[in-house]
């Protein structure tokens, strides 16, 4: 659909900024509502292709005064405000820290820019967990990695470290992950000192206690919780593999029920004030059967149309409520079934993709792939319905 069509109509149309597997899964997610979608991308991107979506190249939020003028421009035309969405952190933070300059123009699907601060800010998250009885792992917090030998007789190995704040901290050391798993003191001294070198002595560290268990032990409890900051419905799953495999983003993932998450995670967004939608991720600890909050993303995440497959189409329950419009929906799904991305998932895990980035131990054969990712499946980019999109990622990759 033409971008001045979309202009003209009598809805909030949504828009969306990133245009990966994100942000087709919440296209996908309006579409099967007959809403179009606006994609915002600073390249042209597979979504684009979508039947649900009218892509524009825009520029990168990091040159941000350039960002939000475009975005103001491309807003004063419409005929009712879109709602905005982001799909990651890079498009979240000018966003939110821009609201007063975009309200005028755009609707928004999250809390305003101190809440979003707070909520990335996983210092003040892992305080306030403690206040209010959510269990976190054993943590210290580092003003500057300068610090480390103020607490290095008391950590235990192997151990995380990780940024208060994620935001460009894997970009500026190099590394492919911005969470590191580190097995002993000399692994840390050499990450403290490459740290240093990449002029990140100014970010504040958390090192936590690395808890036993695997990949399928990370649980995300997806949250989509009202301007009152009450959870409206919430689906959980675990990670079956990810990228890196050790410490990386998800992709493929079984969604299963799992009610012991929802008590602490209404817990903390009613704390944090929050609105939208969540992704609050908990690892399982068998020593003593409790889950350990790991983190909080206050948008939606990579694999958000798994919840819309197992029956709670969470975008537009938020979109209803932008438009004051009543819905009914029960408050979580109990369908099982895999959520997975298959160009990624398979590429890595039997063409090589992790032994050539020195993790052999992942490797799967045929067989034992197929046998990982057995029952109901819902592809992030594969769609009967919907397959351009698809065969343009194939094509570039």
């Known amino acids: 659909m033409k971008l001045q069509k979309l202009k003209n109509i009598d809805y909030n149309v949504p828009l969306i900024l990133g245009g990966g597997v994100n942000g087709i899964g919440l296209a996908r997610s309006f579409g099967e509502k007959n809403i179009k979608s606006i994609i915002l991308d600073t390249a042209k991107n597979f979504s684009f292709f979508s039947k649900y979506v009218t892509g524009i190249i825009c520029p990168h939020p990091r040159e941000e005064n350039e960002f939000i003028n475009f975005l103001i421009e491309l807003g004063k035309d419409f005929k009712n405000k879109p709602l905005l969405f982001v799909t990651n952190d890079h498009w979240?933070?000018?966003v939110s820290k821009n609201q007063n300059l975009l309200i005028k123009y755009y609707e928004f699907s999250m809390s305003d820019w101190k809440i979003i601060e707070n909520a990335t800010d996983k210092q003040y998250m892992y305080k306030i967990a403690e206040e209010i009885g959510i269990d976190i792992p054993q943590t210290f917090y580092l003003e500057s990695i300068t610090k480390i030998d103020?607490?290095?007789?008391?950590?235990?190995?192997?151990?995380?470290?990780?940024?208060?704040?994620?935001?460009?901290?894997?970009?500026?050391?190099?590394?492919?992950?911005?969470?590191?798993?580190?097995?002993?003191?000399?692994?840390?001294?050499?990450?403290?000192?490459?740290?240093?070198?990449?002029?990140?002595?100014?970010?504040?560290?958390?090192?936590?206690?690395?808890?036993?268990?695997?990949?399928?032990?990370?649980?995300?409890?997806?949250?989509?919780?009202?301007?009152?900051?009450?959870?409206?419905?919430?689906?959980?799953?675990?990670?079956?593999?990810?990228?890196?495999?050790?410490?990386?983003?998800i992709i493929s993932g079984r969604v299963i029920p799992e009610p012991r998450l929802y008590e602490p995670a209404k817990k903390l967004i009613k704390k944090l004030n929050f609105f939208g939608i969540a992704n609050t991720e908990f690892k399982y600890d068998h020593r003593d059967n409790k889950y350990k909050l790991m983190e909080i993303n206050p948008r939606p995440g990579k694999?958000?149309?798994?919840?819309?497959?197992?029956?709670?189409?969470?975008?537009?329950?938020?979109?209803?409520?932008?438009?004051n419009e009543n819905s009914e929906t029960k408050l979580y799904?109990?369908?099982?079934?895999?959520?997975?991305?298959?160009?990624?998932?398979?590429?890595?895990?039997?063409?090589?993709?992790?032994?050539?980035?020195?993790?052999?131990?992942?490797?799967?054969?045929?067989?034992?792939?197929?046998?990982?990712?057995?029952?109901k499946k819902v592809d992030a980019i594969i769609s009967l319905s919907d397959p351009l999109p698809a065969i343009f990622y194939l094509f570039n990759h």
């Open 92 to 94: 979240m933070i000018p």
């Open 303 to 323: 694999w958000n149309y798994s919840v819309t497959a197992s029956g709670i189409n969470m975008p537009y329950l938020l979109w209803q409520e932008i438009r």
């Open 150 to 249: 103020e607490i290095s007789n008391n950590i235990t190995y192997p151990c995380i470290l990780k940024p208060v704040v994620t935001v460009n901290f894997a970009e500026k050391l190099g590394a492919p992950q911005r969470v590191f798993t580190l097995n002993n003191k000399e692994e840390l001294q050499k990450l403290s000192k490459k740290i240093l070198i990449s002029g990140l002595d100014d970010r504040e560290i958390i090192i936590q206690e690395y808890i036993p268990g695997d990949i399928s032990d990370l649980y995300t409890i997806t949250t989509y919780s009202n301007k009152n900051a009450d959870i409206v419905c919430y689906s959980t799953g675990h990670k079956l593999r990810q990228r890196p495999p050790v410490a990386g983003t």
């Open 333 to 375: 799904s109990d369908k099982e079934l895999i959520w997975i991305c298959l160009f990624e998932d398979f590429f890595n895990t039997v063409l090589g993709g992790f032994r050539k980035k020195g993790f052999p131990e992942y490797s799967l054969s045929l067989w034992e792939y197929f046998k990982s990712v057995k029952g």
